[in-house]
């Protein structure tokens, strides 16, 4: 077992856990954290997209050890207190969203380039959103959402 000290959402974690499992497997299973999802545990769908340390990661890539001293946000971080934020909003408007499975990874990798980038392009929504996977909705409400959501919090 390995102690592992994060903050994740704004609260600061300590944990006791396996060195092999990963930062998806800590979220998950440890912290209770089960907004992001497993999809392909190979890092190529998105749907476990956290932001770690300021960057969007997929959370089956990290192994849980990586993660001692990280500040890691995840979906459940998004809304503050009971409100969805602007770009959670603006996904329900643009119906960028079906299963839901997807949803979090997308919403995650959408931060982390608005936290970067408050006036991305078109062009630079689809290259951060290259990384995660949707079998439901398509592509374009998505970046419609990502669009919208990015005038609306530059406007905030």
């Known amino acids: 077992m ?3 000290h994060l903050t994740v959402n704004n ?3 300590q944990v006791y856990c396996p060195e092999h499992i990963t930062l998806l497997t800590l979220l998950r299973e440890h912290l209770h954290l089960t907004g992001t999802k497993e999809g392909c545990a190979a890092g190529e769908c998105g749907a476990c997209t956290v932001i770690f340390n300021g960057k969007a990661a997929n959370a089956c890539m990290v192994l849980a050890p990586e993660a001692n001293g ?3 946000e995840t979906i459940e971080g998004e809304a503050k207190d009971g409100v969805l934020s602007p770009l959670q909003q603006s996904f329900i408007e643009h119906h960028a969203l079906q299963c839901g499975f997807c949803t979090p ?3 995650m990798s959408a931060r982390a380039l608005l936290d970067a ?3 991305p392009t ?3 929504i689809k290259e951060a959103m290259e990384g995660n996977l949707c079998r439901c909705t398509g592509y374009e409400p998505i970046i419609t959402a990502i669009e919208q959501a990015a005038g609306g919090e530059r406007g905030a």
């Open 11 to 13: 609260e600061k974690y």
């Open 105 to 107: 990874g997308m919403i």
């Open 117 to 119: 980038n408050p006036a």
């Open 2 to 4: 390995r102690q592992i």
């Open 70 to 72: 990280a500040v890691v």
């Open 122 to 124: 078109r062009d630079e």
